[in-house]
């Protein structure tokens, strides 16, 4: 068996296999330098009572901002949402039980809090909200398809500051029930 073949298909799984380690290391460093620009421009909090609130409750809290650096914001709003996630069950060529995720938000709403915000490194600030829970909702519901697995509501509060450059921004889970 003559050799040079060999020596080219060795070459070119070395090649492809290097090429994906280098993707996947710069990735990485892209992920780590969002979090570190983020991190180096301020932080975003979430502060709030408690984490467990029923239909009609009203979720009064802060949103704190701690700037590293100036920051211009052009927007800072609180967002409550209601995510449906479920799991279908199929089988595939094989015959191999494959389950399939799924979501579909059903509820979606957001509070302004304030628009054209500065802030200056050093000086903290603190800005109240208050958004409402509809009623009808809950953390889990009664499937309603026999393939249907694992069905279940995930709630969630995100705060976001919307400002040049990277945005900032906290999110918290809550249980509605």
Not at 16 to 23: A, D, M, N, R, V
Not at 53 to 82: F, M, W
Not at 106 to 128: A, R
Not at 155 to 163: D, M
Request: net charge negative.
């Amino acid at each position: 068996m003559p050799i040079a073949p060999l020596i080219v298909s060795v070459n070119e799984s070395g090649w492809s296999s290097i090429l994906i380690t280098g993707l996947i290391v710069v990735v990485i460093i892209g992920i780590i330098a969002v979090f570190a620009l983020k991190y180096a421009k301020g932080s975003v909090y979430l502060e709030l009572p408690g984490s467990s609130y029923s239909g009609g409750d009203e979720i009064k809290g802060h949103v704190r901002v701690v700037p590293r650096k100036e920051i211009d914001a052009h927007n800072l709003c609180v967002t409550l949402q209601a995510e449906l996630i479920w799991f279908d069950e199929e089988r595939d060529s094989e015959g191999k039980l494959k389950e399939t995720r799924h979501s579909e938000i059903l509820f979606n709403d957001s509070v302004q809090i304030s628009e054209d915000l500065n802030f200056v490194p050093g000086t903290e600030k603190s800005f109240p909200f208050q958004i409402s829970v509809p009623t009808g909702f809950r953390n889990s519901i009664t499937s309603i398809d026999q393939h249907r697995k694992r069905q279940e509501i995930k709630w969630g509060l995100k705060a976001k500051l919307s400002c040049k450059g990277l945005d900032l921004g906290d999110n918290q889970s809550l249980y509605i029930s």
